[in-house]
């Protein structure tokens, strides 16, 4: 399947997936407007001109053309009309139930949608899998191992609340307090973190890893300012190959960061960009442990369980990501409408 191939196949995913969002939303209002005796004047699949449609009763049930989103049409939504069976008709508590509908049936599709997801790939473990030798991680007590369950003060269900966490907020020079569960049992340990003056690009991979993939790009950092993303591959520096990760990280270690600019050359979608980067003088906060970021499976409760913290997660992503920008940790450009969310759910297709 070539590039454009998967592209168009990555649009048509997307839209059907926004389609069943859309849908499942009004589908929320529709339950609701005839559980309060609010009279349905149509509810429709799709946009634009009707296909097909059916009376029942007080409703139309309709299929469009666009196979695109729906609608739920109630009587007197729109007008101050408060006649028998209008929306406006209805105390203010039933009206706020049927617009509420709509994003709590919302949460009910993510969870399901959650479920299929860990059901199928499993969840992401908090756990410690390496401790660097000479770390204040291993002298307060760190071990391979260790489940997390809050680093900082902030609760850790899933790998990805650690994840999200370093590289929303960032380690600071400062006493962390860490919670770890070992063999059935939780402790509690505190270290101060090594810190140093050093110039860097803003930006995580596994050294491990057979290709130097991109996991997570600073926010502010250079490589988020020259606009390379998680996921993207790095193949070389300053001309010089680097065909894994190992490669990569013994690269930086032969020509330690300056204040003099590099070339990155890194693969995206199958093509080689070249750019030009100046890494940025940091005080930088070294982080003295590796953590799973893989999934496994787990049992049927589990997945019931995991699943809630998945929607958790993703909430609070959300949330997380409206504070960063109110406080401007987080520019404008970081919002996406919906050419942008497409985008999204095609690079997460492929």
């Known amino acids: 399947m070539d590039g454009k191939q998967v592209e168009c196949l990555s649009i048509i995913i997307a839209v059907l997936i926004l389609g069943i969002v859309i849908i499942v939303h009004e589908f929320g209002h529709f339950l609701l407007a ?8 149509e509810f429709s699949v799709g946009m634009g001109p009707r296909i097909l449609s059916t009376q029942r009763g007080t ?19 729109d007008g101050e009309d408060e006649g028998e069976g209008t929306f406006n008709s209805k105390s203010v508590w039933r009206r706020f139930s049927v617009i509420a509908a709509g994003p709590i049936f919302n949460f009910i599709l993510a969870f399901f949608g959650a479920m299929i997801i860990i059901g199928i790939i499993g969840y992401d473990p908090p756990v410690v899998t390496q401790v660097k030798e000479g770390t204040p991680e291993e002298a307060a007590g760190l071990k391979e191992g260790d489940l997390i ?5 902030k609760k850790i269900y ?21 919670t770890v569960k070992r063999d059935g049992k939780k402790e509690t340990l505190t270290y101060h973190p090594t810190t140093e003056d050093r110039y860097m690009l803003g930006f995580s991979y596994n050294p491990d890893e057979n290709q130097a993939q991109i996991q997570s790009v600073t926010i502010g950092g250079a490589l988020a300012d020259a606009g390379l993303q998680a996921g993207d591959y790095i193949s070389a520096v300053d001309g010089n190959e680097v065909a894994s990760g190992e490669a990569l990280s013994q690269y930086f270690e032969d020509h330690p960061l300056l204040d003099q600019t590099v070339t990155l050359t890194y693969l995206r979608d199958g093509l080689d960009y070249d750019v030009e980067v100046t890494p940025q003088a940091v ?26 913290l998945e929607v958790r997660y993703w909430i609070n992503s959300t949330l997380e990501g409206f504070k960063l920008l109110i406080t401007g940790k987080l520019g404008m450009d970081s919002l996406s409408g ?5 985008n999204v ?3 997460a297709y492929q």
């Open 158 to 178: 899933l790998a990805r609340d650690l994840y999200s966490y370093l590289t929303l907020e960032g380690l600071e020079d400062k006493d962390i307090t860490v």
């Open 338 to 342: 919906p050419v942008g969310v497409v």
């Open 34 to 41: 005839k559980t309060n005796g609010i009279v349905v004047e």
């Open 59 to 77: 409703t139309r049930y309709s299929l469009k053309l666009i196979p695109f989103g729906g609608s739920c049409m109630m009587k007197g939504e």
């Open 283 to 308: 005080n930088y906060v070294e982080q003295g442990f590796s953590y799973n970021l893989g999934r496994e499976k787990t049992s049927a409760l589990g997945v019931i369980k995991y699943s809630v």
């Open 345 to 347: 759910i095609g690079d």
């Open 149 to 153: 369950t809050s680093f900082d003060g």
